[in-house]
């Protein structure tokens, strides 16, 4: 490796060179029309110290999400959710087995997958519109690249008028639309969401679900949602994994065959019921 390389390149490079090896001794992982893929994956988290054993979080979990797909993971709580999608995010790195995007293994975070958390996580003493271009500034892109789309997504996200204003003047579902269009505003292949609307009111969290679907008819990101909520899931996808008790594994998977955007009539339609049953009875079944 060049020694021009600056220092934190560096420790990145050594760190994650054991798990580039082994990607790369790999072949024909995946299908052409993959953009994300976890091949044989299982994450152990050690404990520190000389009492306990280890946790392992997910075991021999396989996963092929195709380009464009709505893809949600459902599960009991503890079943590994959030850590395949840290993998993907690229903030963790795989105890066993790999995770690609586009056939390449994931090493890091990059700006070609955005996170979407349940807490917005604004900066308090930016304006709702310095807020959203902060991650593309400081990356140095250009205001007259970025300024544009940011007031088109503020406008998308129904925030329009709202731009001077801060995250204490904002509802909880006003803060989470201004972190999807933060995230938007790179223009990721890949937009992970970690049960963003857990934390909202029925009718808002309804609203917020009926927004990720029109976006999505704008933007055509592949999104990855995690959710603990049947009817939620079932409503944003196109395909849901149900997870097994930890160690998870992908236990079901069902295909929701309705076209998008959702409407509310989608919710009382034998479609849904029929979905939301057989997944409430899966998941029954992990819980005890």
């Not at 560096?10 to 790369?24: F, G, T």
């Not at 392992?56 to 092929?64: G, H, Q, R, W």
């Not at 105890?95 to 056939?103: P, Y």
Request: positive net charge; aromatic residues 6%; charged residues 20%.
């Amino acid at each position: 490796m060049s020694s021009s390389l600056p220092k934190i390149a560096k420790i990145m490079y050594r760190k994650s060179a054991p798990y580039l090896a082994h990607v790369q001794s790999r072949s024909n992982v995946g299908r052409a029309e993959d953009k994300v893929v976890l091949k044989d994956v299982s994450k152990n988290y050690l404990k520190s110290g000389s009492s306990g054993d280890a946790t392992l979080a997910v075991k021999s979990l396989n996963i092929a999400i195709k380009k464009a797909e709505i893809v949600s993971i459902l599960g009991p709580t503890g079943c590994g959710k959030s850590t395949a999608m840290n993998m993907i995010a690229g903030f963790e790195l795989p105890s066993q087995g790999e995770v690609l995007l586009d056939g390449k293994p994931i090493l890091a975070p990059g700006p070609d997958r955005a996170v979407v958390f349940q807490q917005a996580s604004l900066f308090p003493w930016l304006t709702v519109f310095e807020n959203v271009v902060l991650g593309v500034k400081c990356r140095g892109v250009s205001p007259d690249t970025y300024y544009n789309r940011a007031e088109h997504l503020l406008d998308a996200v129904k925030l329009k008028g709202f731009e001077k204003h801060y995250p204490y003047q904002l509802s909880g579902g006003m803060q989470q639309r201004v972190q999807i269009a933060r995230a938007l505003i790179s223009e990721p292949e890949v937009l992970l969401m970690d049960e963003p609307f857990g934390a909202l009111d029925s009718q808002t969290r309804l609203m917020m679900q009926e927004l990720v679907l029109q976006l999505w008819v704008e933007y055509q990101p592949t999104i990855i949602f995690i959710t603990h909520d049947v009817a939620e899931a079932i409503f944003v996808s196109d395909r849901i994994l149900l997870m097994s008790s930890r160690p998870g594994k992908v236990k079901l998977a069902v295909s929701v065959d309705e076209s998008k955007p959702r409407g509310q009539e989608f919710l009382t339609s034998a479609k849904f019921v029929e979905l939301q049953a057989s997944l409430l009875t899966a998941l029954k079944q992990e819980v005890h």
